[in-house]
T-cell receptor
């Protein structure tokens, strides 16, 4: 069974700080998506990465797909209270199965 | 109304009750899904429907019974649940089944279920 681990599980920071969250798999995967789930809402897609080594930017968010296709990171610059939420990674593994990580719960305090 | 809508938003039920969760999508998608989200655990895929036909049942107990009368509506019928079934139940849809690795899932806001 392919395991998907996100770290840290919880992160509480002050507005303006930078942060990085990670998504690591026990084996290679085909593609990865990052979702953000705000309190009381369902997850919303942020980005899809499909190429090893790929870097994508979405305003203050930078997503990286590891060269070995087993990990990904999400870096947020100058975090704002509106970034608060649960960040989920989801992979499409080589067996054609979709797997979610348990998420990183981010709290950005004003 | 657009997107994926779930009702009710909150539900408290006894272990002997029968209730149903409803999901409706206005996106013209062909695939719909039920997920269970428990605290500190990964989202668990429960059921998958494609063009109204169930294509996946991930070993879900029979006390959960899905129904998909058409591509726009999905129900989850609940019967004799246990307290450990308390969770957020999310419905999602996608244009096609997740065979394309780029397929985006659109989620509803979820139903917060508490079994007492």
């Amino acid at each position: 069974t392919q395991l998907l681990e996100q770290s840290p599980q919880f992160l509480s920071i002050q507005e303006g700080e930078n942060l990085t969250v990670y998504c690591n798999s026990s084996s290679v995967f085909s593609s990865l998506q990052w979702y953000r789930q705000e309190p009381g809402e369902g997850p919303v897609l942020l980005v899809t990465v499909v190429t090893g080594g790929e870097v994508k930017k979405l305003k203050r968010l930078t997503f990286q797909f590891g060269d070995a296709r087993k990990d990904s990171s999400l870096h947020i610059t100058a975090a704002q209270p509106g970034d608060t939420g649960l960040y989920l990674c989801r992979i499409y593994n080589q067996g054609g199965k979709l797997i979610f990580g348990q998420g990183t719960e981010l709290s950005v305090k004003p | 109304e657009t997107g994926v809508t779930q009702t009710p938003r909150h539900l408290v039920m006894g272990m002997t009750n029968k209730k149903s969760l409803k999901c409706e999508q206005h996106l013209g998608h062909n695939a719909m899904y039920w997920y269970k989200q428990s605290a500190k655990k990964p989202l668990e895929l429960m059921f998958v429907y494609n063009f109204k036909e169930q294509t996946e049942n991930n070993s879900v107990p029979s006390r959960f019974s899905p129904e998909c009368p058409n591509s726009s509506h999905l129900f989850l019928h609940l019967h004799t649940l246990q307290p450990e079934d308390s969770a957020l139940y999310l419905c999602a849809s996608s244009q096609e089944l997740f065979r394309d690795r780029d397929t985006e899932a659109f989620f509803g806001q979820g139903t917060r279920l508490t079994v007492v």
